[in-house]
């Protein structure tokens, strides 16, 4: 979120200077993320004002304008800016300016009539993405006087990272309370209250809702009623409370069917509003700077109130409403044109703003595109209305939208704040854009409002949490600075936290509170109190840096992904595998707990293709959620070329990785965890669908399958749009254990070779042939290297010539030929009885 240094100002007396509030902020919790100034660097521009405006001699499309600097002679401007006219104020680049992008002002000649500098749009200041023309500055603008001294562009802007929980905090003023509250400070904006207009609605014995108006000149107080005669008393009979003087008429009436949902709805007719005025500099650049661009003053004065309070409120055209407005649940089926063009379902559970024709907003998400405000809008009905969290929470990302006031009200927003947003926003656009508001109406229901309870927070408590004691006095002090209300007890306090901060329930809240105000610095450290307790490390589980060194030497990097994935993306891998679904996903294609690490890998991989990488290795360390458990995996995903480019590499053969690549990568890692020889890599008809059939293998460890290796499918390769079949391995990481190590005596004797060439079926897996090697040689054999597969003439269809080196030696003597014949001959039998092989002559 990004606040204007100036704005913030505004509310509360700020003793420090904008480096210094950021990095007090982080230590509240408020992560700095950025400090920038209001503005781009320029320099030469001032407040000008074009006294005349003729067109070109030479050019339709170019004007020559005479314009005044203040002091001096006015100088000669050709300008082809279609605004440009005699009167107005705007931006002057003078001669010798520097604009953004080291772009320097000259005096030049434009079709031989001669300029002395430039009129400057917003966009050439660095001021807007985009301009319709030179800036059009108020009329009071001081001519001659620097832009960035008259427009305050040497302002800082805070970009703050504002937690999930802190709702309240996405806002000038919420910021500005917690300044109040570092500083000890009050805050000094303040805002006069207005006549107030209660609108209170009361079932009849018929059925029929009775709306009576109040109007209060002081405190706000709401009228109850739910008996029709104690209406009919309250009324002088003319629909009018007893010796006041307000107006029973209002021009839209509000039902709350949804009260639990919608206790508080607050609306205002404003007529006669000219929505095509200019919206006045300082507002422009207040919303720019807090990274909104400017439309209109209707829409203005909307995102001004929001970013200002943190109440969002939403405008309609009035000539487009049809009857009484209604908050309720959305019908079966029923499906709403939101404001961006977008038409979505609205399930049974979605709050609805609708009038008798059908929706006309989606509650605390989006306004409906049938009554939106635009420039010949005259008349506007304001909505600042109360939702409960748990009623916005989750819908706009059904629908992949995440709007500012959606982002508020699933937080939650000060349920008491409506009609003090609704006062400033009639002040502003009445102001602005002229019009004459009717009065306030607030149609409430008493019952759900929402009540804040007392916390108890007891001072041993906070002393064992803290590790660190404070006075009394400091505590309670602290405490109130942040607007809470504090009783003192025998053991602590009773806490009632103010009505906008919905992050406030329990003890271990206010514990928190106290910690982030009074300072973590101002904490001593201390070492703990009791018993360290260590968790088990045994030797045979392998380290994780081990792991992860072994597979950064492979080339490998590590990434770290969401546990939540797509689920369109999770499904086209895993079809048969259901993911346990979020209630409140953070977005719609994070919606789902993985069930492999593979959908978050090939989703960076994709990214990083997209990017121009064209060589990509990455793994990840992590959960995956399967069947209700939660397995420790680690997972990889290799793309692109097998090799770096490099000048000793023909271009030729810069081949793509492939499986076998990968394999080896893998059996590299088994080694540096010293059991190599457990892992065994099997073919398997049960492959998961996202793999290739034959080019994948599943990952076997004593029996137990342990992971899964393999390319993957060529209709998933071309869905994704990968360049290069990607090849993925899971492991589950409690199978990658750590041979303990031990004494082997090194052989004083010679080795013994013996080269044999065996046919065997194509089916048959190198890892079973050594496997029969092994356990048929005697233990002389010391080692046994695969070194040749032929396939050809020679060989029988079907079949494949596969050429052992075997390599025998005794630790005690030297060996005789008769000892190696004798173990050939029984490998050899083995061979034939169980493989049905043949031995190659």
């Given amino acids: ?160 990272a504002v937690t999930p929980n802190r709702g309240d905090a996405m806002s000038v003023l919420g910021i500005a309370r917690e300044v109040a509250a570092l500083t000890g400070k009050g805050l000094k904006g303040t805002s006069t209250a207005a006549p107030l207009t209660v609108s209170v609605e009361a079932p009849t014995s018929v059925g029929v809702t009775a709306e009576l108006t109040y109007e209060f000149t002081s405190e706000v107080e709401v009228l109850e009623a739910t008996d029709p005669d104690t209406i009919e008393a309250w009324t002088d009979g003319e629909g009018v409370v007893a010796g006041a003087a307000a107006s029973a008429r209002t021009s839209v009436v509000v039902h709350l069917d949804a009260p639990a949902a919608c206790p508080t709805f607050v609306g205002c007719v404003i007529r006669g509003v000219n929505n095509r005025a200019s919206t006045p500099v300082w507002i422009r650049e207040r919303l720019r700077r807090a990274g909104v661009r400017s439309i209109s003053p209707v829409v203005d004065v909307t995102q001004y109130v929001m970013l200002e309070l943190g109440q969002p409120m939403h405008a309609y055209d009035l000539a487009k409403l049809k009857g009484d407005i209604r908050v309720r649940t959305a019908h079966p089926g029923e499906s709403i044109t939101l404001l961006d063009g977008k038409t979505v379902e609205a399930r049974p559970d979605v709050l609805l703003i609708t009038d008798a024709e059908g929706p006309v907003g989606a509650a605390g998400i989006m306004g409906g595109q049938r009554t939106a405000v635009g420039p010949e809008t005259v008349d506007v009905f304001f909505e600042i209305a109360w939702f409960s969290p748990h009623a916005i929470a989750g819908r706009s990302r059904r629908w992949g939208l995440v709007t500012d006031a959606s982002q508020r009200y699933e937080r939650g927003v000060d349920p008491t704040l409506q009609q003090r947003a609704m006062d400033r926003a009639l002040s502003m656009l009445c102001s602005i854009a ?254 998961p669908a996202c793999l290739h059939p034959g080019r994948s293998a599943r990952i076997v460890r004593q029996g137990r399958e342990v992971g899964w290796l393999g390319e993957l499918h060529p209709s998933l390769v071309k869905e994704l749009d990968f360049t290069h079949a990607p090849v993925l391995f899971e492991l589950e990481m409690d199978a990658l254990g750590v041979e303990k190590p031990q004494y082997n005596e090194i052989s004083r004797f010679p080795q013994v070779r013996r080269d044999l ?3 065997v079926d194509e089916t048959v897996a190198l890892s079973a042939l050594a496997e029969r ?24 269809a079907g079949r494949k010539s596969v050429a052992l080196g075997l390599i025998f030696q005794d630790i005690s003597r030297t060996l005789t030929d008769d000892d190696v014949e ?20």
């Fill in 1 to 160: 979120m990004k606040v204007p240094y100036s704005w913030l100002a505004d509310w509360v007396d700020i003793p420090w200077d904008a480096v210094e509030l950021g990095s007090r902020l982080t230590m509240a919790g408020f992560e700095l993320d950025g400090l920038e100034a209001a503005a781009p660097d320029f320099s030469g521009v001032i407040v000008a004002q074009i006294l005349l405006a003729e067109r070109h001699p030479q050019a339709d499309k170019l004007q020559v304008c005479k314009v005044s600097v203040g002091a001096g002679e006015p100088v000669q401007i050709v300008c082809g800016a279609a605004n440009a006219r005699a009167g107005l104020k705007s931006a002057l680049a003078t001669v010798g300016a520097r604009l953004p992008g080291d772009f320097n002002i000259k005096a030049a000649q434009l079709r031989g009539v001669e300029s002395q500098g430039m009129l400057a749009s917003a966009k050439e200041l660095g001021l807007a993405d985009t301009s319709n023309g030179i800036i059009e500055l108020p009329a009071d603008a001081p001519v001659g006087k620097p832009l960035r001294e008259y427009l305050a562009l040497d302002d800082s802007v805070l970009d703050l």
């Fill in 434 to 687: 002229g019009g004459t508001a009717g009065q306030v109406s607030v149609t409430q229901s008493a019952e759900h409002q929402p009540v804040r309870t007392a916390v108890p927070l007891r001072r041993a408590r906070l002393e064992r949490l803290l590790g660190a004691g404070f006075p009394d006095d400091r505590i309670a002090a602290t405490l109130s600075g942040l607007q809470m209300k504090v009783a003192a007890t025998a053991d602590g306090w009773l806490v009632t936290p103010p009505p906008h901060r919905f992050d406030i329930a329990i003890e271990a809240d206010l514990i928190e509170e106290v910690a982030r105000i009074i300072g973590y610095q101002a904490i001593p450290e201390a070492d703990a109190i009791g018993p360290q307790a260590f968790r088990a490390a045994p030797e045979e589980r392998a380290e994780e840096h081990v792991i992860v060194e072994a597979l950064a030497m492979r080339g490998y990097e590590e990434a770290i992904t969401f546990a939540f994935v797509d689920p369109t993306l999770q499904k086209k891998l895993f079809p048969n595998v259901d993911g346990l679904l979020l209630a409140n996903p953070i977005a719609s294609d994070l919606a789902v707990m993985r069930v492999s690490l593979w959908p978050g890998l090939l989703r960076a991989a994709g990214e990083n293709q997209r990017r121009q990488q064209d060589r990509v290795r990455l793994f990840e360390h992590g959960a995956k959620f399967v069947s209700g458990r939660e397995i420790d995996s680690l997972a990889g995903v290799a793309t692109g070329t097998r090799l770096p480019e490099q000048w000793g590499i023909p271009r030729e053969v810069r081949v793509p990785v492939d499986f076998y690549d990968v394999k080896a990568d893998l059996q590299a890692l088994f080694t540096a965890t010293g059991q190599s020889d457990s892992f065994v890599f099997e073919a398997s008809a049960q492959a």
């Fill in 757 to 759: 060439a065996v046919v």
């Fill in 773 to 796: 090697v092994r356990l048929s040689a005697s233990s002389l054999l010391c080692e046994l290297r695969i070194f040749d597969v032929y396939r050809g003439p020679g060989v029988e």
């Fill in 822 to 841: 004798q173990a050939i001959a029984s490998v050899v039998t083995d061979l034939r009885t169980s493989l049905n092989a043949k031995i190659r002559e």
